[in-house]
């Protein structure tokens, strides 16, 4: 039975260890290998008397050495945090601060300055390669117990500085075998990532293809441009987790002439709605393909997940709740709701993480103890429920916004404005107080003006509910993540404003 992180490793290393876990830019690790590898590395912190319950940040670019130091780290009883290597220096100043490591991972100048700033033990990655793949295995340190942390993952919210989710190993192993047990990876994937490992969607990837004993390639930076489709195809990939940005771009390279489609077997998506359309396409051009739909959040990793190819059959839902764990929506009062009723999303169940770190106050309200019960989330997000249990996510807090004294939710507008003909991606940034305006502004990118926009969108979504403005753009500003940047958006709206 797995009960800590690296027994995930483990296993797939006693059942096939010369099956390879990780490739990239034409290195191959072996399960026997990144096993080995990670067992020298717990011994390497022991010996640096990293103890038990000791932060460690990881800011490394991608690469084979980062699963094995993420194993290393749960052998040692370490808790691993890892950060995009492209962070800027105020944001790793913040995590440095507010984790006080133990130990610093990283080749980065900036983040090793900021390191040296704060007095935090800084080491390159050139130190524990030799060390990770070739060199002599040694004594283990005490194991750590299930209950103990093993991971914090920053997430920035909507406003302040980022927060880190807190997460143990029964918690962290009870999502990942839940979300396998669901999406069924096989033993003959190649689960090909090309998001960052920073990204709880990229870093679970290693998690989920473990327990599969499938192959995760991971793609190197920029390979969601022009090269997608021809990494797809050279590396045979069968499994694609993505987010909208890649999504589109996939299906825009498909739609070239001469482009070879890849024979994947499932897309994956979580983290932000992926547009119909988009799918369609790839289905269109992948014969193969199936998907799955998500929805989940940091606190609790995933909620809910569509059966495969159940978007087709009930647009809109985000899934039912994973084995072993229940969703429910509450109203005002915390009673729970009718199917249909629009209400908070509450989440319960091994699942949800530990809290903040470091914030009790933040912890109280979003992880409130109910005596008896299985810890719960609220989620502040809103959504309604089915008679069949299948979640339909209606907006995030921060989503859910008045047009003209009318609530309205960013995912609605964003729908139908992929529904327009000519309209390749959108984002809608909802009005601030502090603006005194009461209209949303519609981000486009596409062949339309944005009064053709605006026009055809009536005919897709009620008259008050249609956005006073549409700004077109090339494209559409996105994080490292390859979400939509809001605080982008927000910058070209101010920008737009001052004209």
């Not at 590898?37 to 932060?55: F, M, P, T, V």
């Not at 089915?386 to 964003?414: N, Q």
Request: contains cysteine.
């Amino acid at each position: 039975m797995n009960v800590l992180l690296h027994d995930l490793v483990d296993h797939a290393a006693a059942m096939n260890p010369e099956a390879v876990a990780i490739g990239h830019d034409g290195e191959l690790r072996t399960y026997a290998a990144v096993a080995a590898a990670s067992r020298r590395l717990a011994a390497w912190l022991a010996e640096r008397n990293i103890q038990r319950g000791d932060r460690v940040i990881i800011c490394l670019p991608t690469g084979t050495l980062l699963p094995a130091l993420l194993y290393a780290c749960s052998r040692a009883a370490a808790v691993f945090s890892v950060i995009h290597e492209q962070s800027p220096a105020a944001a790793v100043r913040h995590v440095l601060a507010d984790a006080e490591p133990a130990l610093l991972i990283t080749d980065g100048p900036a983040a090793a300055a900021a390191g040296a700033e704060l007095g935090v033990p800084t080491v390159g990655s050139a130190e524990l390669l030799a060390l990770a793949w070739d060199g002599p295995e040694q004594g283990l340190p005490t194991p750590p117990l299930r209950v103990d942390p093993v991971c914090l993952i920053y997430t920035s919210g909507s406003t302040g500085m980022p927060k880190a989710v807190v997460s143990t190993h029964a918690q962290l192993v009870f999502a990942a075998t839940a979300i396998a047990s669901v999406l069924g990876y096989r033993g003959d994937d190649t689960v090909y990532c090309a998001l960052p490992l920073s990204f709880d969607y990229g870093m679970y990837q290693i998690f989920l293809s473990a327990l599969a004993g499938a192959r995760l390639q991971l793609g190197s930076p920029g390979v969601a441009g022009p090269t997608l489709a021809r990494q797809l195809v050279a590396h045979r990939a069968t499994v694609l987790p993505a987010v909208p940005a890649l999504a589109r771009a996939l299906a825009r390279l498909l739609s070239r002439p001469g482009v070879a489609a890849p024979r994947l077997r499932l897309l994956t998506n979580t983290g932000a709605a992926m547009p119909a359309e988009v799918l369609g396409e790839l289905r269109a051009r992948i014969p193969s393909l199936r998907v799955q739909l998500m929805f989940g959040l940091t606190e609790c990793k995933r909620a809910a997940i569509m059966p495969v190819d159940e978007d087709l059959r009930r647009p809109g839902a985000s899934g039912r709740a994973l084995p072993g764990t229940e969703i429910l929506i509450v109203d005002a009062d915390g009673v729970p709701a009718a199917p249909g009723t629009v209400g908070e999303i509450v989440v319960r169940g091994p699942h949800v993480m530990a809290g903040y770190w470091r914030r009790p106050e933040l912890t109280a309200s979003r992880f409130p103890r109910v005596e008896g019960l299985f810890p719960q989330l609220n989620t502040g997000d809103y959504g309604w429920m089915d008679a069949d249990g299948y979640l339909y996510f209606v907006g995030r807090r921060d989503d859910i916004y008045k047009e003209r004294g009318t609530r309205v939710s960013v995912t609605e507008v964003e729908a139908a404005a992929y529904r327009v003909p000519g309209v390749e991606a959108a984002a809608v940034l909802p009005p601030r107080a502090e603006d005194a305006t009461d209209s949303a502004t519609l981000f486009v990118v596409g062949v339309l003006t944005a009064q053709e926009v605006l026009t055809a969108l009536r005919s897709e979504l009620d008259e008050i509910k249609t956005p006073r403005t549409c700004l077109v753009l090339p494209e559409l500003p996105l994080s490292r993540n390859g979400k939509v940047d809001r605080a982008a958006l927000y910058r070209l709206w101010q920008e737009h404003a001052h004209v």
